[in-house]
């Protein structure tokens, strides 16, 4: 009997022999032509700067394009079946930073049927060898930085369906460019620099799905003739300068549009009844036009609007949904910026996919209904809202509430004790109101979610709960201008996420909240309270902008009081090449809260001011009317970033540090009612950023220093300060002559070298200055340490035995 093992291992020899005989039998066969391959490299080889490691697609992966693998098998490539000829390139985010060659290996590809180069850094102007890929259905070369004009041999691309370009800054006439591109299904050519002109008549584009302009410049009446395309699916119009009422037409019973967005233009008159013929249209975005009139309730007759943007228009009187359908699915409703007044309707509560509601900034009164609070996102800012009305306990047991915006009301009495049922709720704004009493203990069950909780200005008063335990994905908070006491909760220590703190306004009574340094607050604000004591900063490495004014604090500020502070130390202008948002109004608060618009009260060029936005690159330090002494740190001068500074209504000495003068962001210095001494440094005048400065009641003396932004001060500028020379270059001559002799102008001597550095060093964290040696250390007389290691002067320098 032959054992049961032979059979089994003769069978796996027999399988192997099989497997073997298979490979050698049959050779692998590349799908991928050579000639393909070879364009493909070429292509890629023209880009010698692009980025091949990196990307934000999850998927990306272009090492496979090399010449031991099949091209069809490559990373964004696909190739037809039986040809083996390159059918499809995909390059997506991937960073390519050159510009397209007219000759490129990319149009040795004739059988492209799908051509995708978004968000590559590609720029330069489009070759017109793209008309040479005749078999191109889909050609998306958006997010990049492509100039001029759009190639003629594009429109006349007879299989091309979907062209999107947007997102560069390609210019030329609309009319001119797509005149017989008649066939397209999608075009998109929203942000870029078209020539301004009213948009010609369409109605010959029969196939349009899609049509995306916005973010350009056309003007003229709305275009009518667009709505006769029965296939058309959505329209935007955004961002143009289009003007006049707009009107439909006679709109076919066929229509498929879907969604519409006519936002940021100069559109006026009402709502046309016409609307209501688009049975299909789920989006509409109205908002940032001068549209009028009554409450338009059309819209609400549509049971296929989901979605509906009416801000910032000219709306006027009460709100009426009408006879609200049962089978409506709206659920994002914003009528935000308007004019409408008296109460919300009670019927608002049919619309029973409602997840989103927005009536801020208008004239709204009365109750809040119950109803409103099983919303997911709730916003009645800027009205004059009241008191709530009741909710079912059913209702509060489900509630999704994540966003409530109550702000800048009417509201009064204790805090809402419903709110802190509320256990998803990640946004409460309940500031510019009058509620008063304790901050209940309940608020700790809602810190466990809150990311920004906002009490300003209110009659809150007694201790403040220390109710931030599980608070870790709070960003800001903001009790500022109440009555609150007592000290800070240590709870907050737990909020390692929070980036704004602002007490302003309350009657703490603390030392410096120095446990606060190990999170990451970019925003600091316990201006006008009762701190007190030393300004110990042992961390803030992250602290941008820091108010501590108006309190009892003292003390002298070491040399190196500033040198941990990293954030003012490497922050520098972009320029507007740099950062596209560069120069505009951007919110103070915490990441991740664009749209909000809390306020923040600043000393801002010798102004107080109330900020709703301030720039992104906004940097602050505040330490005025407290009772600090001694010299203001030379290190000041390594707050490369710093553009306001506000030491005034102290107890400073000695000179003013020469090493302000690195500042070369600054914008705003106030250093009066000190007692400061001595020059001011000339080397201030070369500041030409600094617009504000205030140097007033001290014991300054010497020239005024040269230089414009100096001679276009105020005289009171520099008041109270009677050894100050050249005045009259601001102020004018006295009146009254005097012959009094003048005393000789006291010749300044050369203060003590400084050589306690290792100390000051040890004890306020290494650092910049972490490469000082101990035992020898390089110092000079007042300033020079600080200019030798700008470079900016030369200066002699001496060695220090440090024992």
Known sequence: MIPCQFYCFSGIVITLYILVLHTFASPTVHLCRHDQRDALLEFIHEFPKADMKSSSNDDYDMSSWNKSS?????????????????????????????SLKSNSGLFKLPYLQTLILSNCNLYGEIPSSFGNLSHLIQLHISVNKLVGQVPVSIGILTQLRDLTLYGNKLSGKFSVLFANSTQLFTLDLSYNYFEPEPLPDMSRFHSLKIFEVSGNSFFGSFPTYLFTIPSLEWVNLGENNFTGPIDFGNVSLFSRLQFLYLADNKFDGRIPESISKFLTLKELDLHNNSFSGPFPTTLFTMPSLQWADLARNQFEGTIDFGNIL????????????????????????????????????????????????RLESLKLSHNSFSSFGKSSQVMMDQAQMRELRLDSNSFHGPFPHWICKLGLLDFLDLSNNSFNGSVPPCVRSLAVSLRVLNLRNNNFSGIFPDVFVNASRLMELDVSR??????????????TNMELLN??????KDTFPSWLGSLQLQILILRSNQFYGPLIFTEFQTLKVIDVSHNDFSGTLPTFYFSN?????????????????????LVYFPRGFGSYTSSMEIVHKGVETEFEKIREDYTSIDFSSNMFEGKIPESTGLLKGLRYLNLSNNAFTSNIPQSLAYLTNLESLDVSKNHLSGQIPPDLGELFSLSTMNFAHNNLQGPIPQGT???????????????????????????????????????????????????????????????????HIFVSHKHEWFMEKFGRKKSRAVIISVR
Not at 350 to 367: C, I, R, T
Request: with cysteine; charged share 25%; glycine share 8%.
């Open 70 to 98: 099949d091209c069809c098998s490559w990373w964004g490539i696909t190739c037809d079946a039986e040809s083996g000829q390159v059918i499809s390139l995909e390059l997506i985010n991937v960073a390519l930073n050159n």
């Open 326 to 373: 049962s089978s409506s699915n709206l659920g994002v409703l914003d009528l935000s910026d308007n004019k409408f007044d008296g109460q919300i309707p009670e019927s608002i509560s049919k619309f029973l996919k409602l997840a989103e509601l927005d009536l801020s900034n208008n004239k709204l009164e009365g109750k809040v209904p119950g109803c409103l609070l």
């Open 482 to 495: 109440n009555r609150l006491e007592g000290k800070l909760p240590k709870s907050l220590i737990n909020c």
């Open 503 to 508: 007490v302003e306004g309350n009657k703490f």
């Open 565 to 585: 502070w990293l954030e003012m130390i490497q922050r520098n202008t972009l320029s507007p090449d740099d950062d596209p948002y560069m120069g505009s109004n």
């Open 709 to 775: 932004q100096f001679h276009r001060q105020n005289c009171s500028s520099f008041m109270d300060n009677p050894k100050l020379s050249n005045l009259e270059d601001l102020c004018g001559k006295p009146h009254d002559s005097d012959d009094t002799p003048q005393e000789p102008e006291e010749v300044l001597e050369p203060e003590e070298p400084v050589i306690n550095w290792i100390a000051a060093a040890i004890a306020y964290g290494p650092g910049v200055f972490c490469g000082l040696v101990i035992g």
